[in-house]
Every structure is written in structure tokens, then in C-alpha cells.
């Protein structure tokens, strides 16, 4: 990966608020230590539920350790960023089925995780850190979208996540603009 800063990118809507607050994250808290980022458009990839004939082939590639198969590249990309920043406006009460299509992707076990001896799950990305940026029409809840991301890359050794919200953004009468322009980015 060229750059080790990762943009994960599930905004479909030209002119995303959730992208705008993303870009400022990725402006303000992370260009400024690593320089640049590579960004992944989730809507400009083939991402396609995983399905019977799918799942068997990653198996026997997984048994086999054919981590250079085309199937894990979101995995290798995923694994070897050093900051991640995802992108997803909240969605009934979520976040887009594109990005837990991508989430579904990227769990593989031997690239960003692994069991031990135990049965107790570890951790091979080399993410110290993710940021989760989502914008919501209305009041944000975080348990089917933030909590979910961040038990998930917990497993993934991303010990450290934070989030980066703004909401009420189509409540009549309150200025959208003002509304993320006021957003204070974590420390």
C-alpha cells in the first residue's frame, strides 16, 4: 500500500456531509503526521455478498494459506494501514449494506486475525488507530453502527477508535452547515 493511512469511503451521495466531516478528519488529525492516504470508494467496487461457491473457495484458499488471491486484497490493504478512517452515513439506525458487505471482505482469518492455541482471537493488523465519521439526518445512535465497527476492529488488534459525529443535520430549521462546521475533532 502506497500510503499508509487508509480512507475507507462508503458515502454514495455526490456531495456527502459524511465524506465533508470525513475529509476534515482526514485533513486536521491525520495528514498532518502521515502526509497522505490512499481512499477506497466502497461504491466503485464490485463488492458482492458473500454466497455458497464464494465461501468455499475462500475456505480452501484460507486452509491452503493462498493469501495472494485477488479475494483478500481489501484484506492486505485493511491489514497493512497504519491509521483507518471509515466514512458511513447512518442509515436506518446503521450504516450503508455496502460497508458490512466490505466488513464481511476483510474478516479473514490468518490476514487480520488469528486464533491461538486457546481459541482466544488476536489481533495482525498493524492499525493503531481508527477513526468512525457518520453524519445523521436526525439523533445519531451508535449501537448498530460505531459500537459494531469498534467490537469488530477490536478483534483485529485496533485497540484505539474514535468517533467523529454530527447529527440532526435535517431537522427543520437547524443549519447543517453549522452543524458540522461545529464539530470538534478528537485530540
Known amino acids: 500500500m502506497e500510503n499508509q493511512v487508509l480512507y475507507i469511503n462508503a458515502c454514495v451521495r455526490e456531495g456527502s456531509r459524511t465524506d465533508r466531516l470525513a475529509r476534515r478528519v482526514l485533513e486536521q488529525k491525520v495528514l498532518a503526521k502521515a502526509g497522505g492516504f490512499t481512499e477506497l470508494v466502497l461504491a466503485k467496487e464490485n463488492l458482492l455478498p458473500l454466497d455458497g461457491a464464494t465461501l468455499a473457495l475462500r475456505e480452501e484458499l484460507i486452509s491452503k494459506g493462498q493469501f495472494d488471491h485477488d479475494m483478500f486484497r481489501f484484506a492486505r490493504q485493511f491489514a497493512e494501514a497504519e491509521v483507518i478512517v471509515i466514512g458511513a452515513p447512518f442509515w436506518d439506525l446503521s450504516f450503508p449494506a455496502l460497508l458490512k458487505t466490505y466488513l464481511e471482505q476483510i474478516y479473514i482469518v490468518g490476514l487480520v486475525t488469528r486464533f491461538d492455541e486457546t481459541g482466544r482471537q488476536m489481533g495482525l493488523c498493524k492499525a493503531k488507530k481508527l477513526y468512525y465519521v ?16 469498534r467490537e469488530l476492529v477490536g478483534a483485529f488488534g485496533i485497540a484505539e477508535t474514535e468517533l467523529v459525529y ?19 475533532l478528537p485530540d
Open 166 to 184: 454530527a447529527e440532526n443535520l435535517d431537522i427543520v430549521g437547524n443549519d447543517p452547515d453549522a452543524i458540522l462546521d461545529a464539530v470538534v
Open 134 to 149: 457518520t453524519t445523521a439526518g436526525g439523533p445519531y445512535t451508535r449501537t448498530y453502527s460505531y459500537d459494531y465497527v
